[in-house]
């Protein structure tokens, strides 16, 4: 349908500067052709305006202006892709029976409506009934009346965000809004924010809805719990007490385990929270306290979870060969060009496992790949008492043989 707007004067004079062949593309995808010049304005053609919107509603745009004002084309039109009564003429936006067929298709339709008939109950009634965001058009007077209001919130929570004030203040309105979904919270009355069963629902459905709860609630231990255990980070708008109740805090860093950061730091130093923390999210561990990041318990299971947490881990535990040899063979730290934020490639954990230091471990590593999914590690790690110096001299005299065996692996 949309082939019509090259037949369409209007729109070849809006891009007669486009060449024959070009890149440029008004409506997406790969290269188009524009067709040279054609003498007759088909756009002006019923029977080929018809087709066009048969297919697809919204190229009633580039018929002429004469055919926008055709009604059974219009009503052809919207019967297909409501938002086509953008493209009709003004006095088809003021009918009602082609009004009425477009919010069938797309409540958006109500927008292109004209002033009288969005104030018209009738037709609001059903635009909202296809989508509660319609109620965004509506009249004043509507958008205060609660037979339009309750369908649109019932169908689309946040739709009370236009509604009246006495409607943002009516209990069943808001209830049921936040019940669809709990961010409407944010838009309920001063009053109903503070009512514990209102912000129970919201924060079930949306547990970051809990900022939008009172102060008062924000405290209470129940509508806390139902919070954290919707999204865990919603912990940031807990009581300070309640950031320091183990049993919140455990429910929290189960769902999300990054809501340690929330936590207090005595909470942050709780090695069964911390736990539970890695477990969900490796780089929860950054938010532990400096004595579990040394924490061999402690750092494996966020390694586990995540190979980025060796960033968080103590220092020492790079030298660890069970730390490096859970990393390194971690399934998503095999492919050298992987560069998610969320892991650490192979190459770059070997690096930072080697010591650096006169008396540290000699860590030798080799890393074989068969296939594209099975990697072997094999890390051998010994311990060198002996000077820097010897450690080098035994290394230089094997060096002939290590530069062999490089060749022969290139």
Not at 217 to 226: F, I, K, M, Q, Y
Not at 305 to 317: G, K, N
Request: charged share 25%; hydrophobic share 40%; proline share 3%.
């Amino acid at each position: 349908g949309y082939a019509l707007r090259f037949v369409s004067k209007v729109w070849r004079s809006q891009h007669a500067e486009i060449p024959r062949y070009s890149s440029f593309n008004p409506f997406g995808g790969a290269k188009q052709r524009i067709p040279p010049h054609t003498t007759d304005d088909l756009s002006g053609d019923a029977e080929v305006v018809s087709a066009a919107v048969a297919n697809h509603g919204d190229a009633l745009q580039f018929a002429s202006g004469q055919l926008r004002e055709d009604k059974n084309i219009v009503l052809l039109a919207v019967a297909k892709c409501g938002i086509a009564l953008r493209s009709a003429s003004k006095a088809l936006r003021a009918d009602k029976n082609v009004v009425s067929l477009a919010i069938k298709s797309s409540g958006e339709a109500l927008k292109r409506a004209s002033e009288e008939l969005r104030g018209e109950k009738s037709i609001v009634l059903d635009a909202v009934m296809h989508d509660g965001q319609a109620l965004e058009w509506a009249s004043c007077e509507l958008q205060a009346d609660k037979e339009i209001v309750l369908p649109a919130v019932v169908k689309v929570g946040l739709a009370l965000r236009h509604a009246s004030v006495d409607m943002q203040a009516d209990e069943e309105v808001v209830a049921a809004a936040v019940e669809q979904n709990g961010a409407a919270l944010k838009w309920a009355s001063e009053y109903l924010q503070g009512v514990k069963d209102i912000a129970l629902k919201a924060v079930k459905t949306e547990g970051r809805a809990l900022q939008h709860a009172s102060e008062q609630l924000r405290g209470e231990r129940d509508v806390v719990l139902e919070a954290v255990k919707n999204q865990g980070d919603a912990l940031e708008w807990a009581s300070k007490e309640l950031k320091n109740d183990a049993g919140v805090a455990l429910e929290a860093v189960r769902n999300c385990g990054e809501a340690l950061r929330h936590c207090s730091a005595s909470l942050q130093g709780d090695k069964n929270i911390v736990i539970e923390a890695v477990q969900q999210s490796g780089k929860a561990l950054q938010f532990a306290s400096q004595e579990l990041r040394a924490d061999k318990e402690v750092v494996l299971p966020a390694v586990k979870a995540s190979t980025a947490a060796l960033s968080y881990a103590d220092p020492d535990l790079l030298q660890d060969k069970d730390v490096v040899l859970l990393a390194v063979r971690h399934p998503l730290a095999r492919k050298p060009g992987l560069q998610w934020s969320m892991y650490t490639r192979a190459d770059e954990i070997l690096r930072n496992a080697m010591p650096v230091q006169k008396f540290e471990p000699v860590l030798t590593c080799k890393l074989a790949v068969y296939g594209e999914d099975c990697p072997v590690v094999s890390v051998s790690l010994s311990m060198s008492s002996a000077p820097k110096n010897e450690v080098a001299g035994a290394q230089g005299g094997s060096s002939s043989s290590s530069s062999s065996e490089k060749d022969s692996s290139n």
